[in-house]
């Protein structure tokens, strides 16, 4: 029961009727799906109702990821619908992506009837067992009165909490039986009691230990997005003076423009902001989960930091690296709280940690080693250059979903974020064919927005038919279709790990063009262009910007050799991390390769007034590992 529901009083209704009466009760207005056999019952009332539009999408997979998208720009869930069987069985990736991001989805599936159960009848699947290990929890419905609070508990347990997904899985013979509905529903959650405010005594131990820190770094993830809670970062950052670095599922949570601002951390994150984790003596942790891309190898990480960890997952806290202070709790209300602590201590004469040095070194690594990228040797258009462009003209206004890949860790680097709930990727599960519909889901959800779909030429032959649904649902995203030809990903780790031995990775979109992408997305009714020169890239994207009443494609063919960098190769320390050739190498030219750079004898020549000038070092081209 959500507060403010209206009390309804009890009728007469099918269960169908009541999955209908409860969607609209619950507020939701958008529901992404196919009917079929199992599921039918419910798609003759929704044809009535004047408050829930369906979205025929064309593809279950397609259902879950729009679903997604939504729910990662409105903040509140997205509904998935789908037949038994396979239906069903089509939304377990992107419900399982859903889960590791911690994304609030609600999937409603049909089943056969309770008498088929078990007698593996035609399109029957235990849905619920199949997707019990990748969703936070399911239902399988056993009575039509049960509907309403069911389906209400579903919404509750996917937003409250750490969000996540939830199944309901309701037998045909319930659907179509004759039950009461009435409203609000009283909750039977036992042992359901999410934890959202922190302890009062953790606040104070932390507050205590980033006064004292000298090296502290806020390390931001995607909850606190999901908390609200970027004004109260912002205003945490500027209090203390301590540096931001925010994950991929964090970007926009902190502005990219903000002086304490790093940058990405991680595997392929800038080298001020994997430094700033490795070499600081604390790490204020919030709302992210010590993920291995951020890590890179686990013994290795950060060695000389406490941690603070904020989470309202408590499972979270500890699971992959001790800490020092956990704190279980939403993080806009730990914020609230530490600012109100931080505040106190220094109205009763407490003092901000000195951090003059460790910025100098900060800000060193940041203006040496910016994220850069070179031109292609064989002329051909650089896919860097073409997200760069895009970013600029879309500006932060924009939202960009990311398909996953090369391309996505290029939109992650070269767009610069401003606001929350403005980037939306496949992070935990590295979902492809996530972007495009994804970003139809976001245009659902914010149908004033701009929504760019950033995606390669393999994730984009995934799930492409969804530009169908888009163009006959009126929601016209624009597509940013990064084509060079391969699976860049996978062929930049074969260039790197496996003597440039190409196996199973050219998809003959260059050479063969098969498909046409053009063809194709005129074919699936998007207005659609082919860029292959840098000069023709800013005015097809102001083209495109200008058109709204329909999906826009363009085809940009990019080079095939393009790298991402800097890199933390996957079994390494972020200690290891390599450099592109236009960046210049972290070492003295009187320094070994093998001896890292000193912070703390750094900071002291800093402080001495011996700081080196960025123009000290000589420019020099470098590709391998060099030591932070």
């Not at 939830?166 to 179509?176: A, E, H, N, S, Y």
């Not at 790490?283 to 013994?299: E, S, Y």
């Amino acid at each position: 029961m959500r507060s403010g529901d209206a009390v309804v009083a009890p009728e007469r209704v099918t269960g169908a009727q009541s999955v209908v009466r409860t969607l609209e009760e619950l507020g939701v207005d958008t529901v992404f799906g196919i009917p079929g056999g199992a599921v039918l019952p419910v798609y003759d009332p929704l044809l009535d109702s004047e408050k829930v539009r369906h979205v025929l999408v064309r593809h279950e997979q397609g259902a879950g990821h729009a679903a997604t998208g939504y729910a990662q720009v409105a903040g509140r869930a997205g509904v998935m619908m789908a037949t038994s069987g396979p239906g069903a069985t089509n939304l377990v990736t992107p419900l399982a992506d859903a889960q590791m991001d911690s994304v609030p989805v609600v999937a409603i599936t049909g089943q056969v009837g309770r008498a088929l159960i078990g007698t593996d009848g035609f399109q029957e699947a235990d849905i619920s067992g199949i997707t019990m290990p990748v969703t936070k929890h399911n239902f399988l419905v056993s009575s039509a009165a049960d509907i309403p609070r069911v389906i209400a508990e579903a919404f509750y347990i996917a937003e409250s909490g750490r969000p996540g997904a939830v199944l309901v899985d309701i037998p045909k013979d319930i659907l179509q039986a004759q039950t009461t509905f009435s409203w609000p529903p009283q909750f039977d959650l036992p042992g359901y009691r999410p934890v959202t405010r922190p302890h009062g005594k953790q606040i104070r131990e932390a507050a205590r230990l980033i006064q004292q820190a000298k090296q502290p770094v806020l390390y931001v993830g995607g909850g606190v997005i999901k908390a609200e809670a970027s004004p109260e970062l912002l205003e945490l950052a500027e209090l203390t003076g301590i540096p931001v670095v925010t994950t991929l599922m964090a970007r926009g949570a902190f502005p990219d423009s903000h002086e304490l601002h790093m940058g990405m951390p991680g595997m392929h994150g800038a080298v001020g902001a994997v430094a700033a984790l490795q070499r600081a003596d604390l790490l204020i942790t919030l709302g992210a989960r010590f993920d291995d891309r951020v890590t890179g190898r686990l013994d290795s990480f950060a060695p000389d930091a406490k941690v603070i960890h904020a989470d309202i997952d408590p499972a979270e806290i500890g699971k992959n690296r001790d800490v020092d202070v956990p704190i279980v709790g939403d993080v806009q209300a730990v914020l609230v709280d530490l600012l109100e602590a931080l505040r106190a201590e220094l109205a009763t004469g407490g003092t901000k940690p000195n951090l003059t040095a460790w910025m100098a070194y900060l800000d060193d690594l940041r203006a040496t080693y910016p994220l850069s990228y070179d031109g292609q040797s064989d002329g051909s258009l650089s896919p860097e250059f073409v997200i760069e462009e895009l970013g600029k003209a879309a500006g932060p206004d924009a939202v960009y979903v990311a398909g996953v890949g090369q391309h996505q860790m290029w939109a992650a680097q070269f767009v610069k974020y401003e606001k929350p709930r403005s980037w939306l990727n496949s992070g935990g599960l590295g979902t492809m064919g996530y972007s495009v519909p994804a970003a139809m889901g976001a245009k659902a959800a914010a149908p004033d927005k701009e929504v760019w779909a950033i995606d390669g030429d393999g994730c984009f032959q995934m799930t492409n038919q969804e530009l169908a649904t888009c163009a006959i649902e009126g929601i016209p995203i624009k597509v940013a279709l990064i084509n060079n030809g391969n699976l860049g990903m996978v062929r930049q780790w074969q260039t790197l790990f496996y003597e440039e031995r190409y196996s199973s990775t050219d998809l003959s979109t260059h050479s063969r063009m098969i498909p046409d992408f053009v063809k194709l997305g005129e074919a699936l009714g998007c207005v659609a262009i082919r860029v292959d020169k840098e000069e023709d890239v800013a005015p097809a994207i102001a083209k495109a910007r200008e058109i709204n009443d329909r999906p826009v494609l363009i085809d940009f063919i990019v080079g095939k050799d393009a790298q991402v960098w800097p890199m933390v190769a996957a079994g390494t320390g972020n200690d290891e991390i390599m450099a592109a050739r236009d960046i210049r190498p972290l070492f003295d030219d009187d320094e070994a390769a093998s001896d890292p750079v000193d912070i703390h004898e750094t900071m002291d020549r800093e402080q001495a007034g011996d700081r080196e000038q960025p123009g000290d070092r000589e420019q020099a081209g470098t590709e391998g590992k060099d030591s932070l």
